[in-house]
Structure formats: C-alpha cells, structure tokens
C-alpha cells in the first residue's frame, strides 16, 4: 500500500546514517540506510529461478548460497564461496521494470539470527581471531579505542564501538540486519530463522525449486558462538538490546534470551 511505503520511507530516513544514492530503480524506491557498497552485493537475485536473497553476514548466508548453487546446478563442491556470491545480480543492476517484476512476482527472501549470538560470533570470528593477523576489521576497532591493533580487545569493547564509535553502521558483520534487507520486512515472502536452518532452508528452497533441496553447509567462519554466550552478562544483553531493538522487535526475538 502506498501508505505503507510512506510511511516507511519517513521511518527509515535518518539523517545521521543515510548516504547520498545514485539513480539505481531498486534504491530511489527504497533508500538505504547503509552505504551501498556494504548492502548492494548482499541482496543476491536470481532471474532464472525468479527469487531474490538478503544475505545477513553471520546468519548462515555462505551456507544457504552453497545450498542455492547446488540446487541450480547440481554441483555441490565449492572452491570459491565469494566468486559465486558474485555471480548474481544485485539491485542496483535492475531497471525499473525489472524491479517492477521483483516486487510482483519474485520470491524475496531472508535468513535471520538472534542479535546476541549474531554480534557474538561477528566478535569472535572478525575481532577476536585477527588478534594476531590484525585483520582490516580489528584495525578499525582497535584505532576507535585508541589502542594497538594487537592489544586486548574484549567483547565489551567491541560494543562501545558499536555504540559510541558509530560501528554498527560501518560493516555488514554488525550491522542491523533490518537495514541489511533494504526494503521493508513486509515486502518478503519469507523470513527463515538461523536457528532453524535445516526447516526453514527447506521451504525456502522448496518454494524455489519446486521440493526441499538438501543442504549443502558451508561455514568456514562458524565459531559455536552460541556455547559462549556467558560472555554477555546482564549489562551487556542491556546495551545490545538498545543498539539492537529494530531486530529484536522485528524478528520477534526476545530481549532476554
């Protein structure tokens, strides 16, 4: 509804995190709030099987490519996960008749994880295990908390660069997954959960091809972040429920889970 979209747009503008645009279809209808480089590669869409993917880092997106390129070409050895990420059309290709036929008639979809074991894994796989390469990510980390990029960085830490260093906007690993989908959560057909992957990718796959697909995995990053979660305490799920709350509330999960 017109309406809707509106009232939208109104919602998601804020001035502080919106990036100027050029003249794509898909984003004068459906402006990020998130630079484009970091969402435009991760909305995957495929024209042959008419579906479109938001690929939320850290919610299992490897793994349900993986699934998606065997499905389609019925090879499951992966060599190169990113070059086949690349081989999709992203939005900023489309014209604005083919966003026309993506809005009507093609199967948009996303996968979703709780934001505490989401923001815990980006943590331990993006800032804590570049401890000792003092990876691109941990870089920028360590220069907002004004230390040496191989120095201590906790979990705490991290989250004050979430919070008061802007970096929940810098990176797709962290950033909100409500913006890593670009348009509204009522514009997919379907929203899979992390946490119950092995369902869920088989109805989004039979909804594609027709019967559930078997899963191809493929998580070369996985750190079982969910066997750690007492790293969050009490004042921790607070901050992360502030800086979080859109997902929380959009994906129905819990603040006290």
């Known amino acids: 509804m017109k309406w809707e979209k509106s009232l939208w747009r109104r919602f998601r503008l804020r001035p502080a995190t919106v990036v ?4 794509a279809a898909f984003y004068r209808e459906y402006p990020p709030r998130l630079a484009l480089k970091i969402v435009d590669p991760r909305i995957v869409i495929s024209h042959k099987w008419k579906y ?3 690929r939320i880092p850290k919610a299992a997106n490897s793994t349900i490519v993986a699934t998606l390129h065997a499905a389609e070409t019925g090879c499951s050895e992966i ?9 999709f059309i992203n939005p900023s290709q489309l014209d604005p008749d083919q966003l026309n036929e993506l809005e009507s008639s093609y199967f948009k979809f996303t996968f979703v994880r709780n934001p505490y074991t989401r923001l815990l894994s980006a943590y331990l796989d993006k800032i804590l295990a570049e401890q000792q390469t003092g990876g691109r990510h941990r870089r920028k980390v360590a220069a907002f908390l004004g230390r040496p990029v ?4 906790s979990f705490s830490d991290f989250v004050d660069y979430l919070e008061f260093g802007g970096g929940v906007h810098t990176n ?3 950033a909100r997954q409500i913006d890593m989908l670009v348009m509204p959560p009522g514009k997919f057909d379907y929203v899979g959960k992390f946490e119950d992957l092995e369902q869920s990718l088989g109805e989004a796959t039979r909804r594609i091809f027709g019967a ?7 998580a070369p990053h996985a750190t079982s972040a969910s066997s750690q979660i007492a790293l969050l305490d009490g004042s921790l799920r607070r901050r992360i429920a502030r800086i ?9 999960y819990p603040f006290d889970s």
Do not use: L, V
């Open 20 to 23: 100027m645009q050029d003249q």
């Open 150 to 153: 191989e120095a201590e960085i």
């Open 244 to 252: 979080y709350e859109e997902d929380f509330e959009a994906f129905h």
């Open 172 to 174: 797709g690993h962290w």
């Open 52 to 54: 479109a993917y938001a």
């Open 79 to 87: 060599s190169d996960i990113d070059h086949i990420k690349r081989e």
């Open 212 to 218: 559930p697909k078997e899963i191809n995995t493929y």
